[in-house]
């Protein structure tokens, strides 16, 4: 029989380990986080209120945005903090380059998805006696897009991933429209 060591396993997160970034990139991340959050809290304030302000639409992304221009103040101050005390580490340090080249091509991946779902809008109704499905721009693009996403993160075999991307696709399509009574977006 094989021993078994009893030690106690702690989760410390994905990224347990792998210590600060350099306060370089994290004063570029504060400055690129304060400019998206002030520009939502613009945005959320230039929407229409239409009785009182707990009803205004506006409320819940100036309150996230607000709450996300806390967060990059601290970063800010703790990389102020670290260049000040002398931590002087180059930009990309211990960067895995192959890993950031894949978040860009995630990242081109669901930008190419929101702009097929926005311009390539077009619905298809196919009916069966009582039974009436509409296809729209959301099947294809969700198929096509959630088979790259999961091409990047999986080396699985190819029919698997066309598999599950089709029949995830068709199953969530079906239940929003037939049990949800919600249309998908592309659609006109």
């Keep these: 029989m094989s021993e078994h060591l009893h030690s106690e396993v ?65 970063l800010g101050a703790s990389a102020v903090g670290r260049w000040r005390s002398g931590v002087r580490m180059p930009v990309l340090a211990g960067r895995d380059m192959a890993t950031d080249l894949k978040s860009l091509v995630l990242a081109g991946a669901i930008a190419v998805y929101i702009a097929g ?21 959301f099947e294809p693009v969700t198929i096509l897009a959630l088979a790259v996403i999961m091409r990047l993160s999986w080396s699985g075999p190819l029919w698997i ?18 049990v949800f009574n919600i249309p998908l977006p592309g659609s006109f």
């Design 117 to 137: 779902l926005q311009y390539l809008a077009f619905r298809h109704d196919i009916v069966f006696g009582d039974f009436r499905h509409s296809v729209t721009a």
């Design 161 to 178: 991933i066309c598999s599950v991307s089709i029949l995830w696709t068709v199953l969530l399509s079906s239940v929003f429209q037939h």
């Design 10 to 74: 702690k989760f410390e997160g994905e990224e347990a380990g792998t210590g600060y970034a350099s306060p370089a990139l994290d004063l570029i991340a504060t400055v690129l986080l304060i400019l998206l959050s002030v520009a939502v809290m613009l945005g959320s304030l230039a929407l229409p209120v239409p009785s009182d302000l707990l009803t205004a639409p506006g409320l819940l992304p100036f309150i996230v945005a607000a709450s996300l221009l806390v967060m990059a103040l601290g």
